[in-house]
């Protein structure tokens, strides 16, 4: 099988060198406006690029407010402290995850709840979570669920769209409003994904997304909340400092976080979302033709679900077990084709092997057979470049 795919990636970025799984690509005017904040020496917390990336980021996605953050990581930790998350809180999450979605759960001294994951989409099971409410919590005249046995509040519910892919939105939406959870959607892998029309990361009080390397699009490292007016004016000013506005006083008027983007980086990002369509359909004629190549192996591509745009950042096959997951991953990676496998389960690292749990049958399933495939995007670079209607000078 190994062969089959090594000649097609090969041939599809027609290179004999190495592969990566996936390469930032700067062809726009990244470069004219990183040196337009050298030159005006507003490099740092303050300057025209936040605002202006902030703005667009709002057109694109739809959401009310959009700020911008150091990391996802950071834009995660604030997000569910305005959801309300304390210590000693339960808060629900996939065990399918990049760390920092626990991390984030951590910082605000709650615990994280893993709840098994769709073999579809990759994400967060509402019918899982909705079993494991029924079965272990009560919602409380007070309105506040909590576990029968001692007590602990479920205070928020963070799905993850896995690779770009939607998770089941409607059920989760459902689900949390049901029992009085507040939803956090970790965005970080799906900007430029939409759910029936609607951009993740949109759907519940409060979303996120992360900028970094590796990410759809880049601005060295970065992030962002997404949120309606109040929750986003409040983000704004827990991740600055928690500074009052006054022409020379410093007035702090509460533990704020020191979380802002650096204009430098902004700027990166503001040439970065101009492209972002482009890469967006690159990635989806790379998968597309993927699927074709893939069609009749053993190895099952993971497609996006109906009602749905996935930015496809990563490509992914699910392989027959864990013997052909093995000989795969050794097969590519020996001949310069990067490929991995996919995260360790959070419940099995030292740090949140005690955390409970529902069934996790799915993700367990998928531990031993997922692969990402290299994922960078071709661009035509014939293709007439044009701003976008989504983005504002
Ligand atoms: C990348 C990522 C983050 C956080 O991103 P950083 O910007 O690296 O802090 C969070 N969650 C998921 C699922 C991610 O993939």
């Given at each position: 099988m190994s062969d089959q795919l090594i000649r097609f990636v090969r041939d599809y970025f027609g290179t004999n060198e190495f592969i990566p799984l996936h390469a930032p690509i700067f062809a726009g005017r990244e470069k004219e406006y990183v040196v337009d904040t050298i030159e005006s020496t507003?490099?740092?917390?303050?300057?025209?690029y936040v605002d202006r990336f902030e703005q667009n980021m709002t057109s694109y996605t739809g959401s009310p407010k959009a700020v911008a953050t150091v990391n996802g990581t950071a834009a995660l930790h604030i997000a569910l402290k305005l959801a309300g998350v304390q210590t000693g809180d339960l808060v629900i999450t996939q065990p399918l995850t990049f760390v920092a979605t626990c991390n984030a759960i951590a910082y605000c001294g709650a615990e994280p709840v893993f709840i098994d994951v769709d073999r579809n989409t990759l994400g967060l099971s509402a019918t899982a979570l909705q079993q494991w409410l029924q079965e272990n919590t009560k919602l409380d005249a007070d309105g506040i669920c909590r576990t029968r046995?001692?007590?602990?509040v479920v205070r928020a519910c963070v799905p993850m769209h896995t690779f770009g892919h939607p998770a089941d939105l409607d059920g989760l939406v459902r689900v949390t409003f049901d029992w009085n959870i507040a939803l956090v959607e970790d965005a970080a892998e799906s900007l430029g994904s939409f759910y029936k029309g609607q951009h993740t990361?949109?759907?519940?009080?409060i979303g996120t997304l992360s900028f970094n390397g590796n990410k759809i699009m880049t601005t060295g490292g970065g992030g962002m909340i997404l949120a309606d007016a109040a929750l986003g004016e409040r983000a704004k000013h827990l991740t600055t400092t928690a500074k009052k506005p006054h022409p020379y006083e410093y007035i702090h008027d509460e533990v704020g976080y020191n979380y802002r983007l650096p204009n430098l980086n902004a700027a990166l990002g503001c040439a970065q979302l101009e492209q972002l369509e482009l890469f967006i359909e690159a990635k989806r004629a790379l998968a597309a033709a993927y699927q074709d190549e893939l069609s009749g192996t053993n190895l099952a591509f993971v497609s996006e679900q109906e009602d749905c745009r996935s930015n496809y950042w990563l490509n992914t096959v699910i392989c027959e077990d864990k013997a052909a997951r093995d000989e795969l991953l050794r097969g590519t990676n020996q001949h310069g084709i990067m490929t991995r496998p996919i995260?360790?389960?959070?419940?099995?690292l030292g740090m949140y092997q005690h955390c409970r749990h529902g069934d996790l049958s799915n993700s367990e399933w998928l531990e031993k057979r997922v692969v990402n495939l290299p994922s960078s995007v071709k661009l035509d670079t014939k293709k007439n470049r044009y701003v976008p209607r989504y983005c504002n000078s």
């Open positions: 507003f490099v740092s917390s303050v300057g025209a046995a001692d007590g602990r990361g949109t759907f519940g009080i995260w360790a389960l959070m419940n099995h």
